[in-house]
């Protein structure tokens, strides 16, 4: 009998990507925040046919064009069907978005007290609309401490 490859959940970490302190002050927040999806996905999503959801995380914060060709050869090769970006502060846009016409993408962009992911999250939407590629917005609605690693009920929903 051959085995069936259930799509994943892609997790797409991204970094404000200016060195000298600033990426790498962000590089454990951001990466935990992709841990943090990760982990409420597989724990409440199931697949129609009742098998949990995998999900795979990027192996490096994506802070441009060469870390998202990466990520994206990384999904490519695990079978990932949709994709969360996640980011606590800004980053560039148009080189760290999900590029992919036909994979279904979400953003979360942390309401967070220092560096907040809003900037990003409406500049990535942005820069998907203008190339025809839809993508699903998350923001929370309650401002979070920048050490805060609880994802909100808004969110979670």
């Not at 279904?104 to 907040?116: D, S, V």
């Not at 990003?120 to 993508?135: N, R």
């Amino acid at each position: 009998m051959k085995k069936i490859s259930l799509p994943k959940i892609g997790i797409r970490p991204v970094i404000d990507g200016r060195r000298m302190g600033v990426r790498e002050s962000l590089e454990e927040q951001t990466m935990n925040m992709a841990k943090a999806t990760a982990a409420l996905i597989t724990e409440k999503i199931r697949h129609a046919c009742g098998a949990q959801v995998e999900c795979v995380i990027a192996d490096t914060c994506i802070a441009g064009m060469a870390e998202s060709a990466a990520c994206e050869e990384k999904f490519s090769s695990q079978n990932v069907g949709v994709t969360i970006t996640v980011t606590p502060c800004w980053c560039y846009g148009s080189e760290t978005i999900d590029m992919d016409p036909m994979r279904p993408k979400a953003i979360w962009g942390f309401n967070g007290t220092e560096r907040p992911g809003a900037v990003y999250l409406a500049a990535a939407l942005a820069a998907h609309s203008q190339k025809g590629i839809p993508a699903f917005s998350i923001y929370g609605h309650d401002v979070q401490d920048a050490d805060d690693t609880s994802i909100p009920a808004d969110v979670e929903e």
